[in-house]
Each structure stands twice: as structure tokens, then as C-alpha cells.
């Protein structure tokens, strides 16, 4: 009896487990139907990291004005020019701005420059901006309106001859876009800015490995922004012991330098030691090292 008991319980279990399938035969030809199922289950979302960065330049025009007072002198029986307040460097509204705005799914920098040049109606004019690095933040989650973007302004100082009475080339602007965060990795011996990545408060820096090893004291990641030797020193975070070998540490934040901070790892010439600062959890940032081929 048992035994018919668990062959039935074996039936019913394998009926119910099948899918249903029914067949008639019409005119000797078999037709049937059976039910398609299917269960939805997530999988592994990737995020490609897009850039894409609007600049939007002012006509950069300026006017100098010397300033001079045209005095006789009636030794030398000529005009001398004698400077009242100082030179002076004006343009219309909004022509000495630069604005940046990132439209990319991850922060980035934009590094502004000025060189000048001379010769010809060009005494020295220098000119500097406002902001010398524009960082912006991940578009992902804004609109089109309102994607980050901030603005810089060019100031000009120098003299321009007075030949130059039409519109003369001074210099020149450049702008550097890159994926630089405001965090930097230093140490005696290294030092450079993380990377940013499309997962947000996630950034790398792969450093190129020529030895057999990669050594450096004091070693500490820290916010650009703030001076280390000055400002608040709640933004350095450090490898209590130091690092080692590959695999995830936890970074703590510190309050000084210690002669336990460093990186003493093995390496082969040719290979690239990645590092990849977590900060998504503010109270348990961590740090992963990695030796790539």
C-alpha cells in the first residue's frame, strides 16, 4: 500500500510539473496547442561611461586703455606721456567668460590656461582665469536644462602698444577636459589624481609599473581642494598598515601622517597597478588594488 501510495504521489507530482498539451485528430492529420511560460529574472546591468562637454566661449575681445596724461615739456619742447590711474582692460558683458557644461554620465575636469605672446604690437599681456580648474559633476539624473556647468573669467594685465589700433592677437585660450576628480592619490614617491568612473563616488588611477616593485612612504588619498598642510585634515584617508599585495583594504580617515602609511608591493615591469577608491559608503570607504597584465 505504500508503495502505490508513493507511486501515485510520484504521478501526480510529474503531471503537475508538465505543461498541459492537447491534440485532436481531425481527418486524419494530428493538431495541437501547448502553453509557453516564462519567468523574468534580473540579470547584470553595465553602464558605459559617455562624454560629452558643451564650451561655450565668450568673443574674448578686450580694449586697453593706458591711461595717460599728455603733458608739455617745454625743455625738451614735446609731449610726454605721464600714467594717471594705471592701464585699464575693458570688453563688453559676458565676453570674457568661458562656460563648460557636462552633459557625460560621469564628473569631469575642465583645466583653463593662458599663454600669451609677444612681439610686434604685443608688449606682455598675462591674463588669468577666475577658476583655473571647472569640476563638474555626473549629468545622470538631471535635464537637459539643468545638466551641470559652471562659468569661468578671463582678466587681463599688461600693455598692448599703441600701433595695435585694430584687432591684435594676444594670446591664446585653451581648455583641457578630462576625467580627473577632485581626489589625488600622493606619496613620497607617487602622486597623481583618481580617476572618475560612471558609478558615482567611485574613482581609479592605474599607475605604470617599470620595477619589480612599487614603493612609496606617507602614501594617502586626499581632496585636491583642500590644502593638506592648512585646511581641516578630515578629507586624507589612508591604509592603517600599508599596502602590500592585492585585495581590498579599508581606508580610515586621518588625522596626520604616519610612518605606517606606504605601498610596498611586488610588481613585474609591464604590468599596471590599479587602484579603485570606494567612497559610496561614507562610513566604510575601501580600497582595491589590482595587478593587471
Known amino acids: 500500500m505504500k ?35 516564462a ?24 580694449t586697453y586703455s593706458p591711461n595717460v596724461k599728455k603733458v608739455w615739456d617745454p625743455d625738451e619742447l ?3 606721456e605721464i600714467d594717471t590711474d594705471g592701464p585699464s582692460w575693458t570688453c563688453s558683458d559676458g565676453a570674457d567668460k568661458i562656460k563648460v557644461t557636462n552633459n557625460s554620465n560621469a564628473p569631469i575636469t575642465a583645466s583653463l590656461s593662458y599663454e600669451p605672446v609677444s612681439g610686434g604690437s604685443v608688449s606682455y599681456v598675462e591674463g588669468a582665469f577666475d577658476k583655473k580648474d571647472i569640476r563638474l559633476e555626473s549629468a545622470e539624473g538631471t535635464t537637459v536644462d539643468n545638466a551641470p556647468s559652471d562659468t569661468a573669467t578671463l582678466e587681463l594685465t599688461g600693455e598692448l602698444k599703441s600701433d595695435a589700433t585694430t584687432a591684435t ?63 581641516s585634515r ?40 590599479r587602484l579603485t577608491v570606494d567612497f559610496s559608503d561614507a562610513n566604510n570607504p575601501t580600497l582595491k588594488v589590482q595587478l593587471l597584465d
Open 3 to 37: 508503495k502505490l501510495a508513493a507511486a501515485a504521489l510520484t504521478i501526480t507530482m510529474a503531471l503537475s510539473m508538465s505543461t498541459p498539451a492537447y491534440a485532436t485528430e481531425i481527418g486524419g492529420l494530428t493538431n495541437g496547442s501547448a502553453d509557453i511560460k
Open 39 to 62: 519567468t523574468y529574472e534580473a540579470g547584470t546591468t553595465t553602464k558605459d561611461t559617455v562624454y560629452s562637454i558643451d564650451i561655450e566661449w565668450g568673443s574674448l575681445e578686450y
Open 78 to 80: 614735446i609731449y610726454k
Open 169 to 231: 592677437k594676444i594670446g591664446t585660450v585653451k581648455v583641457e577636459i578630462t576625467n580627473n576628480s577632485i581626489y589625488k592619490y600622493t606619496g613620497s614617491t607617487l602622486s597623481g589624481f583618481l580617476k572618475t568612473t560612471a558609478e558615482d563616488n567611485i574613482y581609479t588611477a592605474d599607475i605604470e609599473c617599470t620595477g619589480t616593485s612599487i614603493e612609496s612612504d606617507l602614501f594617502c588619498f586626499l581632496d585636491s581642494r583642500i590644502d593638506p598642510w592648512i585646511s
Open 234 to 273: 578630515s578629507e586624507r584617508y589612508n591604509v592603517v598598515n600599508g599596502i602590500t599585495k592585492e585585495g581590498v583594504y579599508a581606508l580610515q580617515k586621518a588625522t596626520w601622517y604616519a610612518t605606517g602609511w606606504g605601498v610596498n608591493i611586488p610588481t613585474t615591469p609591464g604590468q599596471t597597478l
